[in-house]
């Protein structure tokens, strides 16, 4: 099946159109709030890729602690 946009759920790269997470938020910083292990909240409109944002996240800091 080819890519389509996403209107449900995270997005999948192999599967729908995305913008990379990282470009769109100051990974540096919120790497340095997780390794100082504070809170930090991901606040956005609905639809505007939290969850998606998130697990990029969390497979980055999953993959660097291999």
Do not use: C
Not at 13 to 40: G, N
Not at 48 to 55: D, I, K
Request: a negative charge; proline letters at 6%.
């Amino acid at each position: 099946m080819p890519r389509h946009l996403s209107t449900a759920g995270p997005n999948h790269l192999a599967d729908h159109y995305s913008i990379d997470p990282f470009t769109r938020t100051d990974w540096a910083e919120i790497e340095q709030v997780i390794d100082a292990k504070k809170f930090f909240i991901l606040h956005a409109p609905r639809q505007s890729g939290e969850t998606t944002s998130h697990q990029a996240m969390m497979a980055s800091v999953a993959h660097d602690l291999r």
